[in-house]
C-alpha cells in the first residue's frame, strides 16, 4: 500500500475518492504540514499504487483496514477527511469509531442521493469504454470547473497508468456498480440519514459547480447535521482541493484549529 506522510503534530487521515490516489492531496498535504500537523494520505487498496484487494470491500473491512493502518503508526485517534467516495469511507469510520476520529471532513462526499446522470451511467455494460485512456480527457473534463493544464495532464498519465491494466478497470468499476446503479445511489449504500449518529465537528465543503455529487447534496446534508460547519465554493467543480486550494487550506486548518 503507497501512502505519504508529512509533517509534525495532530494527525490528519486523508481518504480519496474513486479511481483517484493520493495526487488528490497534493495541494493540501504541504499546507497541513506548515500548519503543524501530520498528514498521512493513503492510496486506498484497488487505486493509485496500492494493490488490489482480493475482493470489494464491505464496512467491516473498510473499518478494520484503518483500523490497522492508525495503530501501525501509533495513533490512538486522528481528524479524518474523506473527498468524493473517500468522503463515505471517512463518515463510514467516524460512525464505526466514533472514539478514534477528532474532526471529520466531507469534502464534496458521496453520502448523498444526488448524483450526475454521467456517474450514473458509468454503472452501464455499455459505458465500460469510458475507462479506456482515450476516453479520459472527456471524463476528467467533468470532475472540474478548471483544471491547472500541467496538473491535467499528470492526472491523466497516472489514470492512463492504472487503468492500463483490465482488472484495474473492472475493479472501479464493481466498486462503482457496488453503491450506484442508473436509477441513483441504492437505498442500502445510502448514508445520509446515518449521518443524524455523528458525535464529533464535522465540515462539510462543496463546489458550486460540481458535475459529479450535485452541490443540491449540501442542504439534504445540513438537514441531518444542522450543526456542521458549511463551506461553499461558488466556482468550484468536484476537485475543490485542486481547484480552490488556497481557501480550501485555509478553511480546513481553521476548522482543525477549533476547540
Known sequence: MRYLDAGDGDPVLLLHGIGHSIRAWGRTMPALAEAGFRALAIDTPGFGFSQQPPGIWGEDDLVAFLDEFLDTFYLDHASVAGHS????????????????????VLAAAAVGPD???????????????????VALRQ??????????????????????????DPAARVYFWNVLRMGLRVRGVKPEYLLLERLR???????VAWGG??????VSNVEKIRKVLPNARYEIFPEAGHMITYEEPARFNRTLIDFLRQG
Open 85 to 104: 467516495l473517500g468522503g463515505a469511507f471517512a463518515a463510514v469510520y467516524a460512525l464505526h469509531r466514533p472514539q478514534r476520529v477528532k474532526k471529520l
Open 115 to 133: 448524483v450526475s446522470p454521467a456517474l450514473r451511467l458509468l454503472t452501464l455494460q455499455i459505458a465500460q469504454p469510458l475507462l479506456r485512456p
Open 139 to 164: 471524463v476528467f473534463s467533468l470532475l472540474a470547473g478548471s483544471w491547472d493544464e500541467e496538473v491535467l495532464e499528470q492526472e491523466l498519465k497516472d489514470a492512463q497508468r492504472w487503468l492500463s
Open 197 to 203: 449518529a455523528l458525535a464529533m465537528p464535522v465540515l
Open 209 to 214: 459547480k460540481d458535475q459529479i455529487l450535485h
